[in-house]
C-alpha cells in the first residue's frame, strides 16, 4: 500500500478541513511515570497530555506499549493491555490525533522491555526462535484485529528501533528479513489497506556496516520507509557541531538516503524520530535545530510523509538510571510547561500548513556505491555523507542514487533526475 | 527473633481457639493466570482461591508478587502493586488464613522476574550491584511499612529461592552475607517485632558443593531458617524411588541437617517447600507422599515450625513454557478441583491438630564433617545422606551434629543428643 496524500489513512478532523499534505506528530512519552504509566493507565493523565500534544497544532502521535505486559507468557496476550491501547487511541481521537501504535517494545530509551518467557533460563532469541517469532506474530494479529476499527489509526508497526535488540540477539540479514516478513504479514492480516503497516530501525540500519537490519529491509519492506535520524548516529552533532549544516541537513539526508534503496521512486519516507539531545544539542539552539529540520526535510523532500518528534514529554528526574539525554528530550518538561522548543515546532507547523511545500524534483544526484559491509561511507564521517554534505551547504540539493542505478535511465527520469555525479 | 509456638504472630483466627503448635499451608499459586495475575489482579478471584485452601484446614498461605511489576524503574517503587499485596493479606484474614509475603521475586517456576532496570544494556549484578542492593532493601523497607499493621501477617521473606539467580549473578559467598545481611535489616526495620523477617534458597545451599549460598547463611540469618526440600534435587526421587524412605524422609532429613548448621540449638526450621512432582513422584503415589512427608517431619522434628506445601494450584495448560513438572504441582487442578493429594494433606494435617506431636529429642547424632566444597556428602547420593537413611530406614531416629561440635558437651546436651557416631 502507498500511502497517498489525498486518501490519507485515519484522519480525525471533520471532512470539510483542508487534508494537510504532510503530518507532523509527536512521539508520545507519558508524562507522569513514562511508559511504566500503563502499569496503572489512568485516562485522565493521557487526556491531559494528549490535549498538550494537540494543542501545539500537531495531527498525530506514535505510542508504545510494553511486550511483558501485553504477552506475560507466550500464549497470553493481555486482553486489558490490548484495551489500554484501544483506549489510549480513542482518547487521541478526542483530542483530534491520529496514532500509530508500535507493536513489540522491546526497546525504548536505553531499557530493553522482554517478557521472562524470553530470557534467563528461558532464553530464547526473539528474532530466530520460531515459537517467539510465531508469538510476536500473533500479537501484531491481535493488535491489528483490535484496533482496526478505529478510524484515527494510521497503522501498526511492529515496534521501536528493533534493530536496537540485534546486540543480545544475534541474527543474521536474511534472518531479520524472514522476521519482518513474518511479522509485516500478521500485522496486515485483519488491517485495512488504507492504514499503513510498517516498521522502524535505528541508524545502525543506514550506517552500519555489516548490521543486520539493511537498507534495503527498511525500504522495501512496510508500506513507507521509516527514519529516524538522530544526530548523536556516528557522532553527527559532536563531529561537526550543533549549528552545522549537516546536523540541520540531518533528516533531509536520510529522507533522501532511503528515497535511493526504495524500488518505487515515490515511496513515502516517514521521519519518525528526530529530537534535540541535550548535549549534542544545547537547549539553547533546539529551538532552531527543530525549525531548520523540519523545513529543510519538508521543503526539500518530495516524498516526505511526515515528522515526528521524539518526545512529548520529558522524563521525570524521580525516574533513575536513563542516559543523561533522554530526560530532557520533551517538548514539555516533567511538570507540563512547554519548552521553547515547542513553541518553535508549532509555529514551523503552522507555517508549513498554511503554505504546503512542494518540492522541485532534484535534478543532480550523487552516486551512492557501497556494500552492506562499507555502508559507514554514507553516515557522518563518511565521505559519501561528508560530499553530499558539501555540495548541499554550498546550495545544491543532491539527490542520493544507488550505484547499481546510476545508469538506469528510465528509473532516473521516474525520479527526476538529469545529472549524476559521482565521488570527486 | 525466635518465633514461639505460645506467641504466634498473625493468627486470624478467634483468640478461644486453641493455638496450633504446627503451621501447615500452602504456597499460593493464583488459579487464573498464574502470577501473571497480578497485572488484572482480581479479588474475587483471589477470595475463591483462598476460600478453597482454607477450606482444607490450611491455616497460612505464602505469596509472591513480581519484581518488575513491584519496581519497575530502581527508583520507582508501585504504591498500586504494594496495595495490591496489602489487599490479598486483607483477603487471606477474612479467610481465615495468615500470610508470609516474599519480596523479591525473583525465581518462580523457572523464571526469572528481573526489572529492566538490572539485565541487558542495563545489566547490573542484583547481588552485587551496591546500587541493586539498595533498591531491593528499600522494596522490602516499602514493603514492611506498608504491612506491619496486618494482624494475620507471618511476616516477610526477601524472595522466592534467591538463590536460582546465582547463575545469571556471579556471587561470592561474602557478597551474598552481605547482601542478605543488608536486605534483612531493611525487612526487620517496620516490622513488629512478633513478625518473622527471613530469607529462602532452593537445595543448592545445602547440597551444592561451592555454592555461594551456605548452609550457614541459611541457618544463622533471618528470624528462622527455611528448606526446600525438593525429591529432584540431587535425583533424590529418581536415585531411590518416590516411595523409598529417602524420599518420604526428606524433609525430615532436611530439617534435622539445618537443625545441625544452627546456633541456637532450638532455632526453628519451616520447610517451606515441598511438593510431589511428576514422574517425580507419580500422581498415584503423590497422596501418601505428601502424608508421610508431613507427618514425617511433625513428628520426628523438635525444630519444625510448620510445613507449607507446593502448591496451591495447578499451573492452566493455556500457559506456556514451564517445565513439565510445573503444571501438575497443585492441591487443586486448574478447575479448581481439589485433588486426592488435597485431600490427604488435608486430612493429615487433621490428625496432627487432633494429637500434636511432641517430638522426642534425637539420643543418637550421626557427625557431618564437610566443608563448603564438599558438602554435596549431605544430599542425595552422598555418604552422609545415605548413611542418615540407612540408620533411619532401620528405624533409628539421628540426629544431624556437625563434626566441629561433635565434641562440645554443652551444645549436645542443649539439643538432648547422648551418643554421637561417625561415618563407617
Redesign the interface.
Known amino acids: 500500500m502507498i500511502h497517498s496524500p489525498t486518501t490519507r489513512a485515519g484522519c480525525a478532523r471533520p471532512e470539510e478541513d483542508p487534508i494537510p499534505t504532510l503530518r507532523f506528530g509527536v512521539n508520545y512519552t507519558p508524562r507522569h511515570?513514562?511508559f511504566?504509566s500503563w502499569?496503572?493507565f489512568d485516562p485522565a493523565h493521557a487526556r491531559e497530555d494528549l490535549a498538550q500534544i494537540a494543542g501545539l497544532g500537531l495531527d498525530h502521535v506514535r505510542v508504545f506499549h510494553l511486550w511483558?505486559?501485553l504477552q506475560?507468557?507466550?500464549?497470553?496476550i493481555?486482553t486489558?493491555?490490548v484495551d489500554q491501547l484501544a483506549q489510549l487511541v480513542d482518547l487521541a481521537a478526542e483530542a483530534g490525533l491520529d496514532v500509530l501504535v508500535d507493536g513489540v517494545q522491546g526497546h525504548l530509551s536505553?531499557?530493553?522491555?522482554?517478557p521472562?518467557?524470553t530470557?534467563?533460563?528461558?532464553h530464547r532469541n526473539v528474532f530466530t526462535d520460531p515459537e517467539a517469532v510465531t508469538a510476536q506474530a500473533e500479537l501484531m494479529r491481535t493488535l491489528g484485529r483490535a484496533l482496526a476499527g478505529r478510524p484515527n489509526l494510521i497503522g501498526l508497526q511492529l515496534g521501536n528501533e528493533l534493530n536496537n535488540l540485534v546486540?543480545?540477539n544475534p541474527v543474521t540479514a536474511d534472518q531479520v528479513d524472514h522476521y519482518l516478513d513474518t511479522l509485516l504479514a500478521a500485522t496486515r492480516e485483519h488491517l485495512p489497506a488504507d492504514r499503513l503497516a510498517t516498521h522502524s530501525a535505528y541508524d545502525a540500519a543506514w550506517y552500519g556496516d555489516d548490521h543486520p537490519f539493511t537498507p534495503e529491509a527498511s525500504a522495501h519492506k512496510g508500506d513507507l520507509t521509516t527514519v529516524h535520524p538522530w544526530v548523536f548516529s556516528g557522532d553527527c552533532a559532536r563531529r561537526y557541531g550543533p549549528r552545522s549544516p549537516q546536523v540541520l541537513h540531518l533528516a533531509e539526508y536520510g529522507t533522501e538516503l532511503a528515497t535511493a534503496y526504495a524500488v518505487d521512486p515515490a515511496r513515502p519516507v516517514w521521519v519518525q524520530e528526530t529530537g534535540a539531545p541535550e548535549p549534542h544539542i544545547p537547549a539553547a539552539d533546539a529551538p532552531e535545530f527543530a525549525r531548520a529540520t523540519v523545513r529543510n526535510a519538508a521543503l526539500g523532500c518530495a516524498n516526505l510523509w511526515g515528522v515526528t518528534w521524539w518526545c512529548s514529554h520529558d522524563v521525570d528526574r524521580?525516574?533513575?538510571?536513563y542516559p543523561e539525554l533522554e530526560y530532557t528530550l520533551g517538548l514539555f518538561d516533567s511538570a507540563g510547561r512547554a519548552k521553547p522548543i515547542a513553541e518553535a515546532l508549532a509555529a514551523t507547523v503552522a507555517e508549513l500548513r498554511a503554505e504546503p511545500p512542494s518540492p522541485a524534483p532534484r535534478e543532480t544526484a550523487l552516486v551512492l556505491d557501497c556494500t552492506p559491509a562499507t555502508r559507514s561511507v554514507s553516515g557522518p564521517g563518511g565521505a559519501y555523507f561528508e560530499e553530499w554534505m558539501r555540495l548541499r551547504a554550498e546550495g545544491a540539493r543532491p539527490a542520493v542514487v544507488l550505484a547499481a542505478r546510476a545508469d538506469d535511465g528510465e528509473y532516473l527520469a521516474a525520479r527526476g533526475i538529469k545529472e549524476v555525479v559521482r565521488l570527486p
Open positions: 511515570g513514562w511504566h502499569h496503572d511483558p505486559l506475560p507468557n507466550r500464549t497470553l493481555r486489558a493491555a536505553s531499557f530493553d522491555f522482554y521472562e518467557w530470557r534467563s533460563w528461558h546486540e543480545h524521580s525516574l533513575a538510571d
